[in-house]
């Protein structure tokens, strides 16, 4: 069986979020199992000549297509003849469909050459909820209903955003995210408890919340630390000026956007790693927390949250200030049972997120699609 996987944007620093990463590590355990895989990505800016992908993805220099329109304009001008010019060696494709020209115009073009499609939208996908969202739509929602055959859906919430879209039920297939964990650092907290924020900076990831919790854990224990890393994308201003006023800059450490072997690095060493978000499907830092044994606090409007908390794998919160900084003060109270439920975390990531549990999934949806194919 030969793959294209097409992973959307691929850099620079950590703008591109966790779907590349998935792209990534699932071409990585598909090519570990013997199968020929394909992996297209882009860049948002000039493409570095030294780039370390450049060995594992084809890499295309990426814009945007008009000032303002942010990730949903992106679109790289090499992507129609890359994806014509691979297809013709593949025999299914799977585009991390990220509603932005770029994956929809891989979309279009392989539907013309007649390549069966497997789409993964990592929850990007389901009724537009704002003005920009509903005319992209009005352009795009007919290619995405008419070219792809199979759907993976990461969670019960997906599944149901995606029907309500229009996709049929019986499309879909469940999956779920994965990271290696080949070349991860052991865990190692030492030193002064630290807590940290690794997310992009932006309203749904709610740094600010981390940040105010942190100041309420300092009320009563003040040799805490308190580190936030990952690109700013609306929030960091807001974070610095809360930091600033609160008398405490001495116990908050913001690093900006960190390389993976930084941010894993980070996350081992921590007392814990602390995502108060909303609207979250699968966030890819849970998963690698868990894959580390790092011990997590994460919010009831998270995907992953039904798994973690009846495995007793995660404190589980409401996304608010005062439940966030009781969950942080009940992990400095009793360390050893934090420590153990990261240990669970790590039981729970080999049987749900290793890339072993995922790729039979894979090949399974991509035969599928093959074949409903070829009889059509």
């Given at each position: 069986?030969?793959?294209?996987?097409?992973?959307?944007?691929?850099?620079?620093?950590?703008?591109?979020?966790?779907?590349?990463?998935?792209?990534?590590?699932?071409?990585?355990?598909?090519?570990?199992?013997?199968?020929?895989?394909?992996?297209?990505?882009?860049?948002?800016?000039?493409?570095?000549?030294?780039?370390?992908?450049?060995?594992?993805?084809?890499?295309?220099?990426?814009?945007?297509?008009?000032?303002?329109?942010?990730?949903?304009?992106?679109?790289?001008?090499?992507?129609?003849?890359?994806?014509?010019?691979?297809?013709?060696?593949?025999?299914?494709?799977?585009?991390?469909?990220?509603?932005?020209?770029?994956?929809?115009?891989?979309?279009?073009?392989?539907?013309?050459?007649?390549?069966?499609?497997?789409?993964?939208?990592?929850?990007?996908?389901?009724?537009?909820?704002?003005?920009?969202?509903?005319?992209?739509?009005?352009?795009?929602?007919?290619?995405?209903?008419?070219?792809?055959?199979?759907?993976?859906?990461?969670?019960?919430?997906e599944r149901s955003e995606l029907a309500d879209y229009g996709v049929a039920r019986s499309t879909m297939q469940h999956v779920t995210n994965s990271v290696s964990a080949d070349g991860l650092p052991t865990r190692n907290p030492q030193g002064m408890p630290t807590f940290v924020f690794v997310s992009r900076l932006e309203q749904r990831k709610q740094p600010e919340v981390f940040v105010r919790a942190g100041l309420e854990v300092l009320r009563g224990q003040p040799?805490?630390?308190?580190?936030?890393?990952?690109?700013?994308?609306?929030?960091?201003?807001?974070?610095?000026?809360?930091?600033?006023?609160?008398?405490?800059?001495?116990?908050?450490?913001?690093?900006?956007?960190?390389?993976?072997?930084?941010?894993?690095?980070?996350?081992?060493?921590?007392?814990?790693?602390?995502?108060?978000?909303?609207?979250?499907?699968?966030?890819?830092?849970?998963?690698?927390?868990?894959?580390?044994?790092?011990?997590?606090?994460?919010?009831?409007?998270?995907?992953?949250?039904?798994?973690?908390?009846?495995?007793?794998?995660?404190?589980?919160?409401?996304?608010?200030?005062?439940?966030?900084?009781?969950?942080?003060?009940?992990?400095?109270?009793?360390?050893?049972?934090?420590?153990?439920?990261?240990?669970?975390?790590?039981?729970?990531?080999?049987?749900?997120?290793?890339?072993?549990?995922?790729?039979?999934?894979?090949?399974?949806?991509?035969?599928?699609?093959?074949?409903?194919?070829?009889?059509?």
């Amino acid at each position: 069986m030969r793959i294209l996987q097409v992973g959307g944007l691929a850099g620079p620093d950590a703008v591109s979020g966790g779907v590349w990463t998935v792209a990534l590590g699932q071409t990585r355990a598909l090519r570990e199992l013997g199968y020929s895989v394909e992996l297209v990505g882009s860049w948002l800016g000039r493409v570095p000549d030294a780039e370390q992908l450049h060995a594992e993805a084809v890499l295309l220099h990426a814009r945007t297509l008009f000032p303002g329109a942010g990730l949903r304009g992106l679109y790289s001008p090499g992507v129609r003849a890359t994806i014509e010019g691979l297809a013709a060696d593949v025999d299914v494709a799977h585009v991390h469909l990220s509603r932005d020209y770029l994956t929809t115009t891989a979309v279009r073009t392989l539907n013309r050459l007649g390549v069966p499609i497997v789409a993964q939208c990592h929850g990007m996908i389901g009724p537009p909820r704002s003005l920009s969202t509903r005319m992209f739509d009005k352009l795009n929602r007919d290619a995405y209903l008419d070219s792809i055959g199979s759907w993976l859906t990461l969670t019960d919430v997906e599944r149901s955003e995606l029907a309500d879209y229009g996709v049929a039920r019986s499309t879909m297939q469940h999956v779920t995210n994965s990271v290696s964990a080949d070349g991860l650092p052991t865990r190692n907290p030492q030193g002064m408890p630290t807590f940290v924020f690794v997310s992009r900076l932006e309203q749904r990831k709610q740094p600010e919340v981390f940040v105010r919790a942190g100041l309420e854990v300092l009320r009563g224990q003040p040799n805490v630390r308190f580190v936030i890393a990952g690109p700013d994308q609306g929030s960091l201003r807001a974070v610095e000026r809360l930091i600033a006023e609160s008398g405490h800059e001495q116990a908050f450490d913001i690093r900006g956007a960190l390389q993976r072997d930084d941010v894993m690095a980070l996350l081992a060493s921590s007392s814990a790693m602390v995502l108060p978000s909303v609207g979250e499907i699968a966030p890819m830092v849970v998963i690698e927390g868990a894959a580390l044994g790092t011990p997590m606090i994460i919010t009831e409007d998270c995907g992953l949250e039904g798994t973690l908390r009846a495995t007793d794998s995660a404190l589980v919160v409401k996304p608010v200030v005062a439940d966030v900084a009781e969950a942080m003060m009940t992990i400095l109270a009793d360390v050893a049972s934090a420590e153990a439920m990261g240990a669970r975390a790590r039981i729970l990531y080999e049987s749900e997120w290793s890339p072993a549990a995922t790729t039979d999934v894979l090949i399974d949806t991509y035969a599928t699609a093959i074949a409903e194919a070829r009889a059509r």
